[in-house]
């Protein structure tokens, strides 16, 4: 599976941005993708997820102002980010969860994308 991020930049607070995560080669068992962040000094944490049934989950600190969603035909998911503070700044990496085997999974990501989001 690779995974072809894009969308991150600069933006002022209050402002939004879509970032965009494109999947190819084996992508008929991905079960989960989503979105992670690493600010910098800081470790890599969640931000949203949305599994092959549509079941989405986020990071507390970004309900109610980011959705993560997909489309199908596209292999592609979007992470809608409205009402950016500055500490949303971060480098965002997507994520997808493959299949391999019954019960084994296997993660891949793809590049970051930076975001920063200023006063």
């Known amino acids: 599976v690779q995974l072809q991020a894009s969308g991150g930049g600069l933006v002022q607070v209050g402002g939004c941005l879509r970032l965009?995560?494109?999947?190819?080669?084996?992508?008929?068992?991905?079960?989960?993708m989503g979105w992670y962040r690493q600010a910098p000094g800081n470790q890599r944490d969640l931000v949203a997820t949305?599994?092959?049934?549509?079941?989405?989950n986020y990071a507390d600190s970004v309900k109610g102002r980011f959705t993560i969603f997909r489309d199908n035909a596209k292999s592609t998911v979007y992470l809608q980010m409205n009402s950016l503070k500055p500490e949303d700044t971060a480098v965002y990496y997507c994520n997808a969860n493959r299949e391999v085997a019954t019960g084994s999974y296997r993660g891949y990501w793809g590049q970051g994308t930076q975001v920063t989001v200023s006063n």
């Open positions: 965009s995560c494109a999947a190819s080669g084996s992508i008929f068992s991905i079960t989960r």
């Open positions: 949305i599994t092959s049934g549509g079941s989405t």
